[in-house]
């Protein structure tokens, strides 16, 4: 049985994606002047300099997302910074292959979320994508039901926020992952997330692994 991640449109949509951000990433982050995390400045405002950069999960991450989404049976996903789409894609392959549900993504740069859109229809996918465009802790507020697993992709200073938001949904044995633990910002910008994570008060078990820069894979234990 071939998974939807194989299938031709998913896999040629992410084949041109991950390319054209091997291809231009290094220039359009270069073209940001920015040297370390830009806290100095508004998500608002970073969403703007970085408007062209990917940032995308590698292959090899988002190969993992989808193959974590698949064997805790995911059904319900919410994603916190989808940028073109290339983590999410991932995710609504795995959850197409569940048997159905949504991934619940949000993006604050509008002209991003446009084009995500776009490569959701194109990769057959858009039917399992409910795609928010705004400030996460509004789009994120009423999200419905119990969460199976949720990614934290975007600006690692607003994840734990974020995260708290989520809480009250998720269940036992909950999925969180978080992207990019061992990017190089200058500063420990993931610190106050993987401290929660990482404490056993809060309720997680968290280990990392060591695929891209870095996932922090974490279950919610109760």
């Not at 870095?214 to 919610?220: D, S, T, V």
Request: hydrophobic share 45%.
């Amino acid at each position: 049985m071939t998974s939807t991640l194989h299938s031709e449109p998913v896999s040629v949509v992410l084949q041109r994606l991950l390319s054209a951000e091997e291809e231009h990433d290094p220039q359009a982050f270069a073209d940001t002047g920015v040297d370390g995390f830009p806290a100095h400045l508004s998500a608002g405002q970073r969403a703007e300099l970085f408007k062209d950069v990917y940032m995308s999960v590698s292959s090899e991450g988002g190969a993992l997302l989808y193959l974590l989404a698949r064997a805790t049976g995911a059904r319900t996903v919410v994603e916190y910074g989808t940028s073109f789409g290339v983590s999410t894609i991932h995710l609504a392959s795995a959850v197409r292959d569940n048997g159905g549900g949504t991934v619940i993504g949000t993006e604050l740069q509008h002209d991003k979320a446009v084009a995500a859109q776009r490569n959701f229809v194109e990769a057959g996918v858009s039917d399992l994508i409910d795609l928010r465009v705004g400030d996460a802790l509004k789009t994120l507020a009423d999200v419905p039901g119990v969460v199976d697993l949720v990614l934290l992709d975007g600006w690692p200073d607003l994840a734990l926020p974020v995260l708290r938001l989520l809480e009250p949904s998720l269940r036992p044995g909950s999925l969180i992952l978080v992207d990019d633990v061992d990017m190089d910002w200058g500063s420990d910008v993931h610190g106050p997330l993987l401290a929660h994570l990482g404490d056993p008060e809060n309720g997680y078990l968290s280990v990392k692994i060591p695929v891209g820069d870095g996932i922090q894979a974490c279950i919610r234990l109760g």
